[in-house]
């Protein structure tokens, strides 16, 4: 069984600073997704970064990048020039490589909130 | 918005009670997901259905059923509710089988037991 653990139960830093948020996976795949997934208070569930673990260069959409550290089990998320809109919940998450079997196993979440 | 809905957005009932929460994929996905997020569990996976068939279980209770129709909506029935199964209750929905398929998440449906 895959788990995933944040170290990091609360976190904040000023607006336009950068914040690193810190996951952890335990798996004996090797062929498997990570992501990170934004809840704002609306609870809403929002994709903000996948990594492909066969994949050695570290994924990165606009101000948010990962540094996955495979052989570590390491998955960082680096949130650059934070905005207030940043501040929510955020969730790792494994996904083995499948097909017909697509379950996402979450961490426990970091809440992030970013002051003015 | 994702194209993921799901009704009703509150649920408040009573212990011992049945509920069916409802959810609509977006248009053209054929995988259907339940999730429950508890302040106890977490976000945990409980089962996912593909075009009409069920394709895996995680922690689903027995008391906690759930079926794709050939619509593709999907409905998750819970029964002999407990207090502990209040938690928000998400839908998620992706074009195919296969991990490379983003998972959408619909808005979830809060369940209160009383």
């Known amino acids: 069984a895959q788990t995933v653990t944040q170290s990091q139960p609360e976190m904040s830093v000023q607006e336009a600073e950068t914040v690193t948020l810190s996951c952890t996976y335990d798996t004996s795949e090797n062929n498997y997704y990570l992501f990170w997934y934004k809840q704002p208070p609306s609870r809403q569930m929002i994709l903000v970064i996948r990594?492909?673990?066969?994949?050695?260069q570290n994924a990165t959409e606009n101000r948010f990048s990962v540094n996955f550290q495979k052989a570590a089990k390491s998955f960082s998320l680096k949130i650059s020039d934070s905005q207030l809109g940043d501040t929510a919940m955020y969730f790792c998450a494994f996904m083995k490589q499948s097909f017909g079997n697509e379950k996402l196993t979450f961490g426990t979440g970091t809440r992030l909130t970013i002051i003015p | 918005d994702s194209g993921v809905t799901q009704t009703p957005k509150h649920l408040i009932t009573a212990t011992g009670q049945r509920v069916t929460l409802r959810c609509s994929p977006r248009?053209?996905?054929?995988?259907v997901y339940w999730y429950q997020q508890s302040l106890d569990q977490g976000l945990q996976f409980l089962i996912q259905?593909?075009?009409?068939?069920?394709?895996a279980k995680g922690n689903i209770l027995e008391r906690f059923s759930a079926q794709q129709f050939p619509d593709l909506h999907s409905e998750l029935n819970l029964s002999s509710l407990e207090l502990g199964d209040s938690a928000l209750y998400f839908c998620?929905?992706?074009?195919?089988?296969?991990?490379?398929?983003?998972?959408?998440f619909g808005p979830g449906t809060r369940l209160t037991v009383l």
């Open positions: 990594q492909e673990a066969y994949k050695q």
């Open positions: 998620a929905s992706s074009v195919d089988l296969g991990s490379y398929n983003e998972q959408f």
């Open positions: 259905y593909y075009n009409g068939e069920e394709r």
């Open positions: 248009s053209g996905d054929l995988s």
